[in-house]
């Protein structure tokens, strides 16, 4: 069974640059054909696609992020990482790291980890 | 602002059958499988509907999708209390080269 954990800061000051690891367990991140994916839910708000690493290591994000947007691999510690770079109050939410077997398909998800940019 | 419109909220009645909406455009629905997830309170997001209309093992026979042109549809029969939840569609979209989601369906059980 695999499983998804979000880890990192819970408060990130605005400027500042938000960093987030997702640790797969119950398989190799490198095995298969996936697209590892972070999704974000800001509180009582829908949720926001905000980018993919293939197992190749190609990427794609959200034209709305994608300057402030990196996504990475590390496929010896199985995770992938996201940054997002001079935060504001406006990326507080819930951030989700997800795997994705097909583009808009998401069968396995974190439990979510809560983000707040705040001074 | 989702490119993908769903009503805000829908209800029904236990044993009911309610359908939530998906609208979208030739560059997402029209061209591309549609998803769709149930978001139970303080929980993650989970797979209800792959492919349009395939269900993932382990979901009820209960929940169903289905699409036409540029719009879908997810039906829920047999309602019951546990169907409470937030409903997201969601499909990659050509235009935007990325996935967008629906804003969300609120499933009130009355």
């Known amino acids: 069974q695999v499983q998804l954990q979000e880890s990192g800061p819970g408060l990130v000051k605005p400027s500042q640059t938000l960093s987030l690891t997702c640790t797969v367990s119950?398989?190799?991140?490198?095995?298969?054909?996936?697209?590892w994916t972070w999704i974000r839910q800001p509180a009582g708000k829908g949720l926001e696609w905000i980018g993919r690493?293939?197992?190749?290591?190609?990427?794609k994000c959200n034209p709305s992020l994608k300057s402030r947007v990196t996504i990475s691999v590390d496929t010896s510690k199985n995770h992938f990482s996201l940054t997002l770079s001079s935060v504001t109050a406006a990326d507080t939410a819930v951030y989700y790291c997800a795997r994705s077997p097909q583009t808009g398909c998401f069968d396995y998800w974190g439990q979510g980890t809560l983000v707040t940019v705040s001074s | 602002q989702s490119v993908l419109t769903q009503p805000p909220s829908a209800s029904g009645t236990p044993g009911q059958r309610v359908t939530i909406s998906c609208s979208g455009s030739?560059?997402?629905?029209?061209?591309?499988?549609v998803y769709w997830y149930q978001q139970l309170p303080g929980t993650a997001p989970k797979l209800l509907i792959y492919?349009?209309?395939q269900r993932p093992s382990g979901v009820p026979d209960r929940f169903s999708g289905s699409k036409s042109g540029t719009s879908a549809s997810l039906a829920i029969s047999g309602l019951r209390s546990e169907d409470e939840a937030d409903y997201y569609c969601a499909a990659w979209d050509d235009s935007l080269s990325g996935v967008l989601f629906g804003g969300g369906t609120k499933l009130t059980v009355l």
């Open positions: 119950g398989g190799s991140i490198s095995s298969g054909s996936y697209y």
């Open positions: 492919g349009n209309n």
């Open positions: 690493i293939y197992t190749s290591g190609s990427t």
């Open positions: 030739s560059s997402n629905i029209g061209s591309n499988y």
